[in-house]
């Protein structure tokens, strides 16, 4: 069993910036691959970023040059960096955890909303 729980998120005007925190807790020796997704209401929930095996990432085009996923393994934490934010960022922002892909455990969520 494993635990996420985020926290950074808030209300913060466009082309700031914020600092998403993940802390993981639990059996981690079974997690690899650690990953952002967001999910704006109404909408389906969208994959951000992605951290897996030896620190490869991925990113949603929406978000390349503007985002940075990140985890520091000593302290069991992911984080995503946002910056240059724009409204259309506006979401509930969720860390996920897998063996092998972030699908398998999921945070409770922290929401991100950018201002105009």
């Known amino acids: 069993q494993v635990q996420l729980v985020e926290s950074g998120g808030g209300l913060v005007q466009a082309g700031g910036s914020l600092r998403l925190s993940c802390a993981a807790s639990?059996?981690?020796?079974?997690?690899?691959?650690m990953g952002w997704y967001r999910q704006a209401p109404g909408k389906e929930r969208e994959l951000v970023a992605v951290?897996?095996?030896?620190?490869?990432?991925y990113y949603a085009d929406s978000v390349k040059g503007r985002f940075t996923i990140s985890r520091d393994k000593a302290k069991n934490t992911l984080y995503l960096q946002v910056n240059s934010l724009k409204p259309e960022d506006t979401a509930m922002y969720y860390c996920?955890?897998?063996?092998?892909?972030?699908?398998?455990?999921w945070g409770q969520g922290t929401q991100v909303t950018v201002s105009s």
């Open positions: 639990g059996s981690v020796v079974s997690i690899n691959a």
């Open positions: 951290v897996s095996g030896r620190d490869g990432t």
């Open positions: 996920a955890a897998g063996t092998i892909v972030p699908k398998d455990y």
